[in-house]
């Protein structure tokens, strides 16, 4: 395509209709076996941008009928304490998904709480046992943001199979979970990293180019292959306020046949995809 003609995904709007497909889903699972999809959110310390997520992900599950559960505790709250909630929400039938909103506090180990969830409710899809069987092939949960991606992918029926996908970032969040999925998708993936020798030349390889290095404007119109697929994961707030992602979104707006905007892209799609895995949850293993 090029010649300033990209497409512009619509994460905003898809994750609408991902919500009301749940929705309905939820109402029938209560209808036909009496279980509410139960979230619970557990927040340590006063992060402002943990609450807003927080405060949205409360919204988001009142909006689709689930049960929302939140526990909100003083940053210098214990580990053990912590650990202590987790097991009882493991032995709760009510809740079937459990999120430890990141970042925590210091004198917390993440990995202790991550790994003491049970990885039947983990709908972060952070436990080592969902990573693992995400590699195998079988993950009960996977991660929000890539599984969003994916969805925005299919929901614009772009084909995956036999196209060269790039990565620029491997962040256990979406770089390295994502390219298990492409991956699974018949897709030949390339992940590109700080280390990695003349980027340019790797990213203009990509018939799916997705940007998650956490670096504003990183990507240039001249990286991107005329009609490539980009998916920017980035977001950041330039010192004069506006929000950018790392994609150069007009240079590479002319160049790309679809493109995600920042905002309105890829972020919508990770809480549809928490209630997709909670609702997946209650309905598999309850």
Request: charged content about 20%.
């Given at each position: 395509?090029?010649n300033?003609?990209?497409?512009?995904?619509?994460?905003?709007?898809?994750?609408?209709d991902?919500?009301?497909?749940?929705?309905?889903?939820?109402?029938?699972?209560?209808?036909?076996r009496?279980?509410?999809?139960?979230?619970?959110?557990?927040?340590?310390?006063?992060?402002?941008?943990?609450?807003?997520?927080?405060?949205?992900?409360?919204?988001?599950?009142?909006?689709?009928?689930?049960?929302?559960?939140?526990?909100?505790?003083?940053?210098?709250?214990?580990?053990?304490q912590?650990?202590?909630?987790?097991?009882?929400?493991?032995?709760?039938?009510?809740?079937?998904?459990?999120?430890?909103?990141?970042?925590?506090p210091?004198?917390?180990?993440?990995?202790?709480?991550?790994?003491?969830?049970?990885?039947?409710?983990?709908?972060?899809?952070?436990?080592?046992?969902n990573?693992?069987?995400?590699?195998?092939?079988?993950?009960?949960?996977?991660?929000?943001?890539?599984?969003?991606?994916?969805?925005?992918?299919?929901?614009?029926?772009?084909?995956?199979?036999?196209?060269?996908?790039?990565?620029?970032?491997?962040?256990?969040?979406?770089?390295?979970?994502?390219?298990?999925?492409?991956?699974?998708?018949?897709?030949?993936?390339?992940?590109?990293?700080?280390?990695?020798?003349?980027?340019?030349?790797?990213?203009?390889?990509?018939?799916?180019?997705?940007?998650?290095?956490?670096?504003?404007?990183?990507?240039?119109?001249?990286?991107?292959?005329?009609?490539?697929?980009?998916i920017?994961?980035?977001?950041?707030?330039?010192?004069?306020?506006?929000?950018?992602?790392?994609?150069?979104?007009?240079?590479?707006?002319?160049?790309?046949?679809?493109?995600?905007?920042?905002?309105?892209?890829?972020?919508?799609?990770?809480?549809?995809?928490?209630?997709?895995?909670?609702?997946?949850?209650?309905?598999?293993?309850?």
């Amino acid at each position: 395509m090029g010649n300033g003609m990209a497409v512009i995904i619509d994460g905003t709007k898809i994750s609408q209709d991902v919500r009301g497909e749940i929705r309905g889903e939820a109402l029938r699972l209560k209808d036909d076996r009496g279980v509410v999809p139960g979230l619970a959110v557990i927040l340590v310390g006063d992060d402002p941008a943990s609450h807003i997520y927080v405060a949205r992900k409360e919204k988001a599950c009142a909006e689709v009928g689930f049960l929302s559960r939140e526990y909100k505790l003083p940053g210098d709250t214990g580990e053990a304490q912590i650990l202590d909630i987790v097991g009882q929400l493991n032995a709760d039938d009510t809740i079937h998904g459990i999120l430890v909103q990141l970042p925590l506090p210091r004198h917390i180990n993440p990995d202790s709480v991550i790994n003491a969830i049970d990885p039947k409710k983990d709908v972060d899809g952070f436990h080592p046992l969902n990573v693992g069987r995400l590699l195998t092939g079988n993950p009960f949960h996977t991660s929000c943001t890539p599984s969003g991606i994916l969805e925005l992918l299919d929901r614009y029926e772009i084909d995956i199979q036999g196209r060269e996908a790039v990565i620029v970032g491997r962040s256990n969040i979406v770089g390295k979970p994502l390219a298990l999925m492409l991956l699974a998708r018949h897709a030949t993936v390339t992940v590109c990293h700080t280390r990695t020798r003349n980027l340019p030349e790797v990213t203009r390889r990509a018939d799916i180019l997705v940007a998650a290095a956490g670096s504003s404007e990183m990507i240039t119109g001249d990286m991107v292959k005329d009609g490539a697929v980009v998916i920017d994961v980035g977001i950041s707030r330039l010192p004069a306020g506006k929000l950018v992602g790392d994609v150069a979104f007009d240079q590479v707006s002319e160049k790309a046949s679809y493109i995600t905007p920042v905002p309105g892209g890829v972020g919508p799609m990770t809480i549809a995809m928490l209630l997709k895995n909670t609702l997946h949850a209650a309905k598999n293993f309850t």
